[in-house]
């Protein structure tokens, strides 16, 4: 139980609520309020600095929303809304596209602008913007005042420390796994939480306030590399299908431990290396162990006062920075990946973007014509319960439509039960309502049902405040109106064809891998040895396994959709994924094969797979609207790229054929 968030969302909106209310301006109290609230969504699990991007991005952009909305509804007639609202609701969707962080800034956004344009509040706009900024702010102040207790040894960097740590168990977890039906998870799980820490070491590049211990970061980041270097042996491993001996996953664990107590790592196992697989394997784990017992010594360091970055990193790394410098290259991978990823980032006008883009505007925009045919002042509701219901990557339309409307009906019925049970709120009982709900704000975000109903006792408590007491009665109807009008226009042919949904998504990891391997084999190096600045390579497989994640997310969605026009269930997409998994795991494979020795495959061969990659990913970009030719035959000489190109060819036949071929197709996908 999230305790101490949960302590924070009490804190949050029903003291500015409360304080609002007694300094006789409800208006900006309210405001105030909902941002706390909206931050309060956004409050999870995280480290200092991740909370601070994942609160303050989306606060900024609700409150650009507000500003907007608010000036609309100044200068214009309300019948403008409507426009605004698709334009805005356009953006919104195409910006969703680009990650969780941005999704959450383009859904406050959107509410924000519906808000400031519905709900009739007295001030100037840039105060309301200024009020609901101050708001999410108060429980930005929370978040770094009010944090979990530490454990006992615990220091201020016991959050990134915990993310590093949290890599080498899921590595340790993929090594048992190995051979076995659970590696394909586990090695997911270990993707995710390699990816997890490489945002906290960048937030903790990006952000070093309050302070910074220059060797202390750098070891940390060190460590990581190490990790990294491990990860990618392991991908191998994976690829070669042998599973290992128990002791050798005691190995991660060891490591693990080592970066909780900054401390020596002790002995650490390896497989025989009768493999080019298992050889560097053991070369990554020899790699660790020098790592770790330089870092040792910087780990266990006390950071005194008025430590300096320069005399930090002097005293860290000594006559070591060389070496350990060359280690930071591959830790600090970060760097490289946001270069190597923002060619493929979804915008405006990729397919993905435009269609997340029409089907959001389009919801809203609708919901607005209604509302406002409905309603002259109060018309939020609608459009504003739209834009949480059409998000195509927060899940299943339809789940989502069921769960908003039960939500709404058990909050709406809490809030009038309480009315009636206590003879009408006032303005004590307001407060005291809004600080349990947010309370439990935390703890709703489990279930889209559960959320739902504690936020409209929040909202029904603010719309209280600002004069509107008979809300709860026609927030039902207009939930059910909002429900009913996003499964129609969401289930539209022009904005739910899963082929540009979900074919984009794997578009962008197929490039991904292309670029990858162009880079580690198009790049001349030393014969037989790794190359010392892999910074980009790294970057680029990085790139690979996020967009896989991505895509692999957007399938699931898509397989719990119902069909649609298209057939929703038309391509097997869950079997894409994992060919596509397989490809991404055969290219990491190859990279580490060439630079531990085996020959590099010839120009030829290379450039026949990078090309069918490409061909592929621009058919899965069209929905293959345009007809390409099949992937050619794979390398003789090259095991890895034989096998990328034989699940292209299972990725063509599931996604371009008809249902005995994609049978097939599937029987050749799945490992």
């Not at 006789?24 to 706390?36: I, T």
């Not at 957007?554 to 719990?560: P, R």
Request: proline share 7%; net charge positive; charged share 20%.
């Amino acid at each position: 139980m999230p305790r101490t968030a949960m302590v924070r969302g009490a804190l949050g909106a029903g003291p500015l609520l409360g304080a609002g209310i007694a300094a006789g301006q409800p208006g900006p109290g309210v405001l105030a309020a909902l941002g706390a609230m909206l931050a309060g969504v956004n409050d999870r699990p995280g480290t200092r600095r991740k909370g601070l991007v994942h609160i303050g991005l989306p606060a900024a952009a609700g409150s650009l929303g507000l500003l907007v909305g608010a000036l609309v509804a100044e200068v214009s007639e309300r019948w403008a809304a409507v426009p605004v609202l698709f334009l805005v609701g356009w953006v919104s969707g195409a910006l969703s596209t680009r990650g969780a962080v941005w999704s959450a800034a383009a859904l406050q956004m959107l509410v924000a602008t519906t808000i400031g344009m519905g709900m009739p509040l007295a001030g100037p706009a840039w105060v309301k913007a200024l009020c609901f900024l101050a708001g999410a702010g108060w429980l930005v102040v929370l978040r770094l005042l009010l944090r979990a207790p530490r454990a006992r040894g615990a220091t201020r960097r016991s959050g990134e420390r915990e993310a590093v740590a949290a890599v080498f168990d899921a590595l340790a977890n993929a090594l048992g796994a190995l051979g076995g039906p659970g590696a394909p998870s586990a090695r997911r799980a270990l993707v995710a939480a390699q990816q997890q820490a490489d945002e906290a070491l960048r937030l903790m590049r990006l952000l070093p306030w309050p302070r910074r211990a220059a060797g202390t970061d750098h070891a940390l980041a060190a460590r990581f590399g190490a990790g990294a270097a491990l990860c990618e042996a392991s991908i191998a491993l994976l690829w070669e299908g042998r599973p290992v001996p128990d002791a050798v996953a005691e190995g991660p664990r060891r490591l693990a431990a080592a970066v909780r107590s900054g401390g020596p790592a002790g002995t650490l196992p390896s497989p025989p290396p009768d493999t080019v697989e298992r050889l560097a394997f053991d070369r990554a784990v020899l790699e660790a162990a020098v790592v770790f017992d330089r870092t040792t010594a910087v780990a266990h360091a006390p950071e005194p006062p008025g430590h300096s970055r320069t005399k930090g990193m002097n005293s860290a790394n000594g006559a070591d920075s060389a070496d350990d410098a060359d280690r930071m290259k591959g830790a600090d991978c970060t760097k490289g990946a946001d270069r190597a990823n923002t060619a493929f980032r979804p915008g405006l006008f990729t397919p993905a973007g435009r269609e997340y883009g029409l089907r959001v505007a389009l919801c809203v925009s609708v919901t607005a014509t209604v509302a406002l045919v409905l309603h002259e002042d109060h018309w939020y509701w609608l459009p504003a319960t739209a834009a949480f219901l059409v998000k195509p990557d927060m899940g299943p339309l339809f789940s989502r439509v069921v769960n908003r409307f039960a939500g709404t009906v058990a909050g709406a019925l809490a809030f009038v039960a309480l009315t009636a049970a206590l003879g009408g709120l006032g303005p004590p009982l307001v407060v005291a309502a809004v600080v349990v709900a947010g309370a439990l704000v935390p703890l709703s975000t489990r279930h889209f049902a559960f959320q739902t109903a504690v936020i409209t006792v929040l909202v029904l408590s603010f719309v209280h405040t600002a004069g509107d007491t008979e809300a709860a009665a026609s927030r039902l109807l207009e939930t059910f109106l909002a429900c009913v009008i996003v499964l129609l226009v969401g289930h539209l042919p022009l904005v739910a064809d899963p082929r540009v949904r979900v074919g984009h998504r794997f578009a962008v990891t197929l490039r991904c891998t292309e670029r990858y391997l162009r880079h580690v084999l198009d790049a001349p190096g030393p014969a037989g040895g790794r190359q010392r600045d892999d910074v980009r390579g790294l970057a680029l497989r990085g790139a690979a396994y996020r967009a896989l994640a991505e895509a692999r997310a957007a399938a699931e969605t898509v397989a719990a959709e119902l069909p649609g026009p298209f057939g929703g269930r038309r391509h097997d997409w869950p079997a894409v994924a994992v060919a596509a998994e397989l490809v991404v795991d055969a290219a990491t494979a190859c990279a580490l094969r060439v630079g531990n020795g085996v020959p590099r495959p010839s120009s030829g061969d290379v450039e026949r797979v990078t090309t069918a990659l490409s061909v592929l990913a621009d058919a899965l970009e069209d929905g293959h609207r345009t007809t390409r030719p099949a992937p050619g035959p794979g390398p003789r000489d090259c095991r890895s790229l034989r096998d990328v190109m034989t699940q292209l060819h299972g990725i063509h036949r599931l996604t371009a054929a008809g249902p005995a071929e994609r049978a097939t197709a599937g029987s050749v996908a799945r490992p």
